[in-house]
């Protein structure tokens, strides 16, 4: 499955709504006030038109809604106001701060309705607002994350949906997320790395242009583990894991000591850091980059980007929200779109 | 056990050399070289005379080696060149990037005249340069580390000398440090955080002149466990940890998701962050501040110092090494000295 390429009119960008009571919609009506200072690519919004205007209305930004029936119709309105796909049967009130089940049910199917048209090719790639997991689960949202439920609209196994995180100054790839450190060791593997490794290198080359990718790895104990003394995880899974890329020609360096790996002098030495754990991705990202990170899915047969940041029920409504972060994956799914297709012409020509 | 306070002349710091093949001897010279720009304190070196004249060589810098027998002879020698106390019978040849048994024998001489020095209090603080451990294990050091040594030295447990990282932007305490990290949740517990928090508001009073000290604890497991769902160590340890050091009357916060504490936002709400493993302090530390982090030991009778990097014997000698860290440190030495010279005469005058 693949989203078929056109070389016409270029196409928008689908940006799912989030939960509509976090900063979502907030973030969303910002980017597109600041398109042009931001060199913004065209994009629409899928469903949730009353409470994007009413999101505007608390930040005292003018962004007029206009309903669009089809993504064709992004381009002729995007330059005077905000397109909005209209998502038939899905209505909720704008209460920030105050999740309920009806905002829950419009975040799944504006996320659900973003991604097929993503599939389709109607919209060039996918940008989805932040959701909060808990309350979709209520509503029927089967998976751990979106980045999860991406996998399987595409009819990939999970493992094949790789998260990455990118900032100004450093993209990082968390091998595990969501489980306890204690539990980190065990999931680990070398098939596992290798794996996703390879996702990581096929997707920098195909979606960022960088010909010949560097990866580096880090080491999962402290000075990767000091020649065995403190842990083997280096020597018996992450060393053969680097062989076997190296095997294959991927340029890959490590086990690094992951507290050398993050330093001014070491981030320019590689493409992306392929991480051990979720808060060892996550720590020098945030430190570095917060408020202009992106989570990135690579691997998927859609260009897919998000704002790293949950619904921050707690300032929602309130004109708080930093836009930063959604600008920013906005901006990066219109590149790697835009490389992607660049990518596939140029295989094109070589065959 | 305390280092008696005079209020007579200022005393020196003592400087332990590191390993004479490390960079430790350049970054002394290049310090003192760089004294009266940096506003840096009057310190001298213990040992290593030889070694740091060629070390001053190697650099192309104008370093008058003089002699001292003894501390108080620093004063007058400082304006005009590098003072260093003889230690007799220690002799090694200058071998940049080449360590041997000599030269571990003489770093471990100088580390231990200058600790005896600074516990009589002759000198006024203690900074130590770069070692090798497990050269030194081999010329008879028993301990898993400087600090260890330190805390030996001073008559104390290794439990209560601590760890702080100390950066421009961030100060870290890792309460677990040279150890596996599918270790790390096993040497958790709430005496053992409780005992090292309590240290570190301590020593950030006494020794850093912050009236009122903030703590921030980090959480363990990715998003603080999640209610439970990844992993109990924040509710069954840390969340009990804080409450008992609340009741003390302390000010701390937590447990924080690990990747949200280091945030731009973040870092200022508190004065140190308590975290639970070594890569988890080091990896924000070194992503903001390599050239500069301090290794500070709380909790002893006297001031330690340190540069936070090692030996770096693949540099040594190429005058490439930066000196920035070591001369954070003499400066971190000597603000601390002066506090606690402050704080305990502000504590008589209470008395």
Not at 86 to 109: E, I, K, N, Q, V
Not at 325 to 330: E, K, Q, S
């Amino acid at each position: 499955m693949s989203a078929p390429l056109s070389d016409t009119a270029p196409r928008p960008l689908a940006l799912s709504l989030g939960d509509p009571a976090g900063i979502g919609p907030e973030v969303i009506v910002a980017a597109w006030d600041q398109r042009r200072a931001a060199g913004l690519p065209m994009f629409f919004a899928v469903g949730g038109a009353d409470i994007l205007a009413a999101a505007a209305a608390v930040r005292g930004l003018i962004v007029p809604i206009v309903p669009i029936a089809d993504p064709a119709e992004a381009s002729s309105a995007f330059g005077h106001g905000l397109p909005v796909l209209a998502l038939p049967g899905h209505g909720a009130a704008y209460t920030p701060g105050a999740p309920d089940a009806a905002g829950a049910a419009l975040a799944l199917a504006s996320l659900e309705q973003a991604t097929r048209l993503s599939l389709t090719g109607a919209a060039a790639a996918l940008v989805t607002g932040p959701i909060a997991k808990s309350l979709l689960a209520e509503v029927g949202f089967a998976y751990p994350g979106q980045t999860e439920f991406l996998a399987a609209a595409c009819g990939l196994a999970a493992e094949d949906a790789v998260m990455m995180l990118a900032g100004p100054q450093l993209r990082t790839v968390p091998l595990t997320v969501h489980c306890a450190l204690a539990e980190v060791p065990g999931l680990l593997s070398v098939e596992h790395i290798v794996h996703r490794s390879r996702i990581a290198a096929a997707a920098l080359q195909r979606d960022f242009g960088i010909a010949n990718p560097r990866l580096a790895l880090a080491a999962l104990n402290p000075h990767a583990g000091e020649g065995g003394k403190f842990g083997s995880e280096e020597t018996r899974i992450i060393a053969p894991a680097i062989a076997a890329l190296r095997a294959e020609g991927i340029a890959v360096t490590g086990p690094h000591p992951a507290d050398a790996l993050f330093t001014a002098r070491a981030r320019p030495t590689y493409d992306a850091a392929i991480c051990m754990y979720h808060d060892q991705a996550l720590i020098p990202l945030k430190a570095l980059d917060f408020d202009s990170g992106v989570n990135v899915t690579l691997g998927l047969p859609i260009i897919r980007t998000s704002p790293d940041h949950g619904t921050a029920f707690d300032i929602a409504g309130k004109n708080l929200a930093d836009p930063g972060a959604m600008i920013a994956a906005i901006r990066m799914a219109g590149e790697c779109s835009a490389q992607r297709f660049a990518h596939a012409r140029s295989g094109e020509r070589n065959c």
